[in-house]
C-alpha cells in the first residue's frame, strides 16, 4: 500500500503601488517561494531607487494634544467603536474620540470622554440631543481595549456604562479620534492609540492601524478603504 502526500501551494496577488496611491502593477507569488517584482518604473530625470513597503506597521501613534485624526465615518444608533489605547494622565477633561450634531456636547453627540479621572460617555437621547455618564475610575499609563456602542461601553470586555441610545440617531459630523469634531474640533487628548475599528450596522467600515508612511510620518492606516 503506498501512501502519496500532495501539497497544494498557495498563492497570493501582490499589488504595487505608486508613491501617489494608484495601483501599478498586480503580480502573484507562491507562499515561502520568489516574489515576482514587475518592470520597474521610469520618469525623465529620475533614478528608480527601488520598491518600498506601502507603510511600515509600528506599535502606537502618541498625541501631544495638538493632534487629531478624521475617520470619514458618521455615527449612527447602530455604529461601534472600538479603541486600544494607554492613557497616562487622565487628568481635566479630553475625547478619545467624537462627533457631534451641533456646537456642544448635548446637541446629539456620540463620544468617549474622560472626565477628571472617569469615563464620561456622551449618547445622543435625540437627533440634536444628547446626555453623558461616567462610569468608574480610569486606569493610567496600560494598554486598554475600549468598546463603545448603544449595547454599552465596555472596557477590557467589562461593563461600564448602560447607555439609553435614541434609536435612529444619524451623525451629521464625522467621527475623530483623539478629539470630539462639533462645530469645531475640540477636547483634543494626549494618548497612545494602538488600534481603532468602527462598525455601522454590524458592516464593518474602519480598521486602522498606525503606520510609518512612505515619507516616514506617523498615522494610521485603514485595511478597509485602504488609506
Known sequence: IGIVGIAI???LNVTWYNTNGTTYDTTMCTVGGTLNLPTAPTKRGYTFQGWRPKYTPIEYIESTGTQYIDTGIYLTDNSKVEIAVNIPSASGNYALFGASNGSEYNAGEIALWWYSGKYDLVYPTGPNASVDEQGGVIPTSIKQ???SSKQGLFV????RINPSFYNGYVGTRSLTLFAAHRNTIVGIAAFSLYSAQIWNDDVL?????PVL????VACMYDKVSKT
Not at 156 to 159: G, P, T
Not at 205 to 209: G, K, L, Q, S, Y
Not at 213 to 216: A, F, R, S, T, V
Open 205 to 209: 467600515v474602519r480598521a486602522m492601524i
Open 156 to 159: 477590557d470586555n467589562v461593563f
Open 145 to 147: 481595549t475600549i468598546t
Open 9 to 11: 501551494a498557495e498563492t
Open 213 to 216: 508612511d512612505l515619507n516616514g
